[in-house]
C-alpha cells in the first residue's frame, strides 16, 4: 500500500523556518515526481510546489517562490520542504502528494505562523 507521512509543521513565527518531511513507501519513489500542497481551514487544496524524479527540476506557486525549497532523497524515500520566511497567510496542513491535485496524499502535517 502506498504511504505517504509527514512531519515537521508546527508553531512559527512570521519570518521564521521549518523544514517538512515525508517518508514514502509502497511505490518506486525514484520513478515518481512528487509534490506538496496545502489546505487552509475552509479553503481549497492547492498545489505548493513539484520535484521531477531525478531531483533536479523544481518548480514553485508565485507566492512561496525564493522562499520555500522542494528536495528529495531517492536512497531514503525522502521528500522535503524548505520553508523559509513564512508568513501568516502559509499557515495550512500541508501534506506530500504523488500527484499535483493533492488526490494521493498522506494525512499531512499542520504549520501555524502566527506572533
Known amino acids: 500500500d502506498v504511504q505517504l507521512v509527514e512531519s515537521g509543521g508546527g508553531l512559527v513565527q512570521p519570518g521564521g523556518s521549518l523544514r517538512l518531511s515525508c517518508a514514502a513507501s509502497?511505490?518506486?519513489?525514484?520513478?515518481?515526481?512528487m509534490s506538496w500542497v496545502r489546505q487552509a481551514p475552509g479553503e481549497e487544496v492547492e498545489w505548493v510546489s513539484t520535484?521531477?524524479?531525478?531531483?533536479?527540476?523544481?518548480y514553485y506557486r508565485h507566492s512561496v517562490k525564493g522562499r520555500f525549497t522542494i528536495s528529495r532523497d531517492n536512497a531514503k524515500n525522502m521528500l522535503y520542504l524548505q520553508l523559509n520566511s513564512l508568513q501568516t497567510e502559509d499557515t495550512a496542513m500541508y501534506y506530500c502528494?504523488?500527484?499535483?491535485?493533492?488526490?494521493?496524499r498522506g494525512q499531512g502535517t499542520q504549520v501555524t505562523v502566527s506572533s
Open positions: 502528494s504523488k500527484d499535483t491535485s493533492g488526490r494521493s
Open positions: 509502497g511505490f518506486s519513489f525514484s520513478d515518481t515526481a
Open positions: 520535484i521531477n524524479r531525478a531531483g533536479d527540476n523544481t
